[in-house]
């Protein structure tokens, strides 16, 4: 069983700028793919963006929804067992409930489906 908790987020103003954090805690995989979703009041959840990755090929990939492309960055730090989403130039409408997912699978077709969820972090971005 993978357990996956999620931390950072918090209050921050309109140009600002939150890293989250996602460990994942339990079984480590060859093959894996972790995004990042969120979800406003009142709206479906979204994808933002995922890496995925597979130890026996070395290839790395990344993908991201048009909203954040060139404001965040979500990067994988293995030995922690822990990605991370770096979130610059945050907008009123990126505050959301920001939810880590995780999956054992390489990942060609984004978002796809996942195994495993986090809790959820609340970002709030003020104008």
């Known amino acids: 069983q993978v357990r996956l908790v999620e931390s950072g987020g918090g209050l921050v103003q309109a140009g600002g700028s939150l890293r989250l954090s996602c460990a994942a805690n339990?079984?480590?995989?060859?093959?894996?793919?972790m995004a990042w979703f969120r979800q406003a009041p009142g709206k479906e959840r979204e994808f933002v963006t995922g890496i995925t990755w597979s130890v026996w090929s070395l290839l790395v990939n990344t993908y991201y929804a048009d909203s954040v492309k060139g404001r965040f960055t979500i990067s994988r730090d293995n030995a922690k067992n822990t990605v991370y989403l770096q979130m610059n130039s945050l907008k009123p409408e990126d505050t959301a409930v920001y939810y880590c997912a995780g999956k054992e699978t390489f990942t060609t077709s984004w978002p796809g489906e996942y195994d495993y969820w986090g809790q959820g972090t609340q970002v709030t971005v003020s104008s």
């Open positions: 339990g079984r480590t995989f060859s093959s894996k793919t």
